[in-house]
């Protein structure tokens, strides 16, 4: 059978994807061109042809999964709801479960980022946008007069440093931590930074957030995008 003709775009689209399985499967020190193109069948010089190098592309495909991500992220922030479960249900998105497949990807970036200094930039860039995202929405809130946080960026870097951390322990640990007590302590540390009473949490927010976060794992499934927003395995069930 022939094999159809794919345009630029397509084509790069299904070199990234396998070099995001490739990388998930391998790790980033021992993928080689050579795996991205058996994978799919074609010759090495054709992945060449649209990266140059082993670290464009894998710095191309680090962005490509992220990118993913922050657009989901986006989606929760921008929902028409209140700043406070908009962000409950992106810090309970965030939190890794499963075989988290996505946070796995981020670890080996940050590692391989070290010694590429195209991969450093590229990660260095997506970690902005995503505490870029967090800031807005908690400076909105802050305005609306939801909570009182009087310096929403430091209150983001807090946040996301802390999630990173149990994502690490977790993902590296596998078992270490229950996902029930993972997002105790993230709802806990969102209290804090919103300076929110204790205990305060809205009735259905677990719910919706885990219900957004499957019915867009499904969907990464059906078009066949990363396969794992950061955080998340599509595998994984409430």
């Not at 990118?67 to 929902?79: K, N, S, T, V, Y």
């Not at 309970?92 to 070290?114: H, N, V």
């Not at 640990?173 to 029930?180: F, I, N, P």
């Amino acid at each position: 059978m022939a094999r159809v003709r794919l345009s630029v775009a397509e084509r790069r689209e299904e070199l990234l994807r396998a070099a995001v399985e490739q990388i998930e499967a391998r790790g980033v020190a021992a993928v080689r061109i050579a795996d991205v193109a058996s994978a799919l069948g074609v010759s090495n010089a054709l992945v060449l042809y649209h990266f140059s190098s082993k670290e464009q592309l894998v710095a191309a495909a680090f962005a490509h999964a992220a990118e993913a991500d922050l657009a989901h992220l986006r989606r929760l922030l921008g929902r028409r709801t209140t700043a406070v479960r908009r962000l409950r249900a992106a810090v309970r998105w965030y939190a890794p479960t499963g075989q988290a497949k996505g946070w796995r990807l981020w670890i080996e970036g940050w590692a391989a980022s070290l010694r590429d200094p195209e991969l450093r930039r590229v990660a260095a860039s997506l970690d902005q946008e995503w505490k870029a995202a967090l800031t807005r929405v908690i400076a909105e809130g802050a305005a609306a007069g939801e909570f009182r946080c009087t310096d929403p960026a430091s209150a983001a870097w807090r946040l996301t440093a802390f999630l990173d951390g149990l994502a690490v322990q977790t993902t590296a640990y596998a078992g270490s931590l229950s996902r029930t007590a993972m997002l105790r302590w993230a709802d806990a540390a969102l209290v804090r930074e919103l300076n929110l009473p204790a205990g305060n949490e809205e009735p259905g927010d677990g719910a919706e957030a885990l219900s957004d976060t499957e019915n867009a794992a499904r969907a990464d499934a059906a078009t066949g995008g990363p396969g794992a927003p950061v955080g998340q395995d599509p595998q994984e069930t409430a």
